[in-house]
């Protein structure tokens, strides 16, 4: 079992930051994986990027390349979504999700952060 819990998120003008937590707990391992997804009013549920627990592969959806950047820090269980020149269109409530063994499963969900841009 892996628990997740996001925070986070605000209210931010366009141009802004936000950083995004992803606090982990539970056993993941070596092969496994955290990724983020988000949820805009009216939007299918999309993809925004993904981590692996050890190593450096990373992976982003077109729509946040070169403006989002996903670390980790191993030592407090905790995964971050750094989100930079942010727009209007990346509000959404936004979750982490964990793949502990890494076979692409993705089964454990937080409870989602908020996140609204202004223009």
């Known amino acids: 079992q892996v628990q997740l819990a996001e925070s986070g998120g605000g209210l931010v003008q366009a141009g802004g930051s936000l950083r995004l937590s992803c606090a982990t707990s539970g056993r993941m391992f070596d092969s496994g994986a955290v990724a983020w997804f988000r949820q805009g009013p009216g939007k299918e549920r999309e993809f925004v990027a993904v981590i692996k627990w050890t190593g450096t592969n990373t992976y982003y959806g077109d729509s946040v390349k070169g403006r989002f950047t996903i670390s980790r820090d191993n030592a407090r269980n905790t995964v971050y979504l750094q989100m930079n020149s942010l727009k209007p269109e990346d509000t959404a409530v936004y979750y982490c999700?964990?793949?502990?063994?890494?076979?692409?499963?993705?089964?454990?969900w937080g409870q989602g952060t908020q996140v609204t841009v202004s223009s």
């Open positions: 999700t964990a793949d502990p063994s890494g076979v692409g499963s993705y089964n454990y």
